[in-house]
């Protein structure tokens, strides 16, 4: 089965907009857990604009408690400033179980692009032996709409990566405007290309209740997916309990029908 990780940055933003420490992140997390959720996922960024270093040690704190994995997202080459150590001190300090690697400059309202494997690998390398060396299973978010950036993707296994995650953003897109079939069939391409060297494929951006079905219908053996912005939103309306089962539930009728 597909394990879900849930994005809690959109707890931070809310709590951060208002100052204090409402809504509570850790506390957020927690009801996720409790609901079913296989792990957290958190992306902190330089400007602290959602998650902040001290979040990342409670989450770490808190996962560890919980037996269940932390994912840890951000951009290595991000240089550290006041209130931000920079990503790999961040994982030295708390050991999450993956380091997911994210090539998204400080201006960016989101991460929108998966990394260039040709042009990054030697930069790459040293900080996945490194992260490795910290036992962290490493994760490298990658293109798979982008026939440029897509069709080296197997030099993420070259790099010493684990995984790779799918930047779904481009297939939510074409979902909504119902052209997803083409798209799917991009991604289902790309998975089989990126198994076929030992890596472990994840995914995550704009995925919902909507569109993951399909997806994990589609496109072969996906280990992980992390959702957070459409996750929160659901639960705005339908509390983060039900969200998290209604999730699940979408995993586990994928499993079943792929193993009938």
């Known amino acids: 089965m597909t394990s879900l990780s849930v994005n809690v940055n959109k707890i931070a933003v809310l709590r951060n907009s208002r100052g204090g420490t409402e809504p ?8 996720c857990l409790d609901a079913g959720a296989h792990g957290i996922t958190v992306h902190p ?19 560890a408690t919980r037996g269940v994995e932390f994912n840890l997202e951000g951009n290595p080459f991000a240089p550290p400033r006041e209130g931000y150590p920079g990503f790999i001190a961040l994982c030295e300090a708390v050991r999450p179980a993956q380091a997911t690697l994210v090539p998204d400059g400080d201006d960016q309202l989101t991460s929108d692009h998966g990394f260039d494997f040709l042009r990054d690998a030697d930069r790459l390398r040293p900080l996945v032996r490194q992260l490795h060396d910290l036992g962290c299973r490493v994760s490298l978010f990658a ?23 799918l930047y779904t ?39 919902s209740q909507d569109n993951l079905g399909a997806f994990l219908a589609a496109v072969p053996d996906v280990l992980e997916v992390s959702i957070g912005h459409a996750l929160i939103s659901e639960a705005l309306h339908d509390g983060l309990a039900k969200t998290v089962r209604g999730y699940l539930a979408i995993l586990d009728r994928t499993t079943k029908k792929s193993s009938a």
């Open 24 to 31: 509570d992140v850790v506390q957020a997390a927690s009801a």
């Open 45 to 63: 960024r330089p400007d602290a604009r959602h998650i902040r270093a001290a979040d990342v040690h409670a989450l770490a704190e808190l996962t």
């Open 143 to 165: 293109d798979a709409w982008d026939p440029l950036r897509s069709a080296g993707i197997e030099h993420a296994a070259h790099i010493g990566a684990d995984r790779v995650e």
């Open 169 to 207: 953003g481009p297939y939510a897109d074409a979902f909504h405007r119902g052209e997803q079939a083409s798209m799917l069939e991009r991604f289902a391409g790309i998975a089989r290309r990126a198994q076929g060297v030992g890596l472990g494929v994840n995914a995550g951006h704009d995925l």
